[in-house]
Structure formats: structure tokens, C-alpha cells
């Protein structure tokens, strides 16, 4: 008489995809990791306005010299009228 042993059946139609998935919801609790380094190493970013002349004193149509700071330091621009306090400068044109 043959005796037979158990063995389950593994469900694996889905493994890869649930192997997959696992590791996207890695990479997306990291998303504040791949912002700062999307903002250290790409040449276009946000800077910060930290001086420009009293806007009291400004004629509308006058070209101002505003002073940003960002990730790869400090930026002089020409602005006309009043300098914004965030913008979005592109480096590689310098």
C-alpha cells in the first residue's frame, strides 16, 4: 500500500507582483531622501530671497538687483520692479 504525504500547494501566481510591490512602498517611505537629493545635485531649484533693496523706494519699471541663496549658493539677479521671495533659478546657463 503506497502512503501519500501531504504537501500544500504554494500559491505563487501573485509573488512577483507582491515582490514588486513590497519594494515600491520601500522606495516610497524614502521620498524625502530622493527630494533633497533631486535638490543637491539638479542644477535647477528653488532659492530663497535674503536681500533686496526697501521696495518703498522702488520705481515700478526699475531693475532692482535681488540676492537668492539655494543648494549651490549665492545668486544675483536682475529683477524689475520687486524681487519675489521664492524662485525657481536654472544654473546652467551661467
Known sequence: M???????VLFR???R???ALRGLAGLVALWPLFIVL???FSPVGPHVLIESPDPRHIHPKAQVICTY???HGR???LHRGGC??????DR???
Open 92 to 94: 546652467r546657463g551661467e
Open 69 to 71: 541663496v539655494g543648494f
Open 38 to 40: 533631486w535638490a543637491i
Open 75 to 77: 545668486v544675483e539677479l
Open 17 to 19: 507582483l507582491a515582490l
Open 13 to 15: 501566481r501573485y509573488q
Open 84 to 89: 519675489p521671495f521664492i524662485t525657481v533659478i
Open 2 to 8: 503506497k502512503t501519500y504525504v501531504y504537501k500544500p
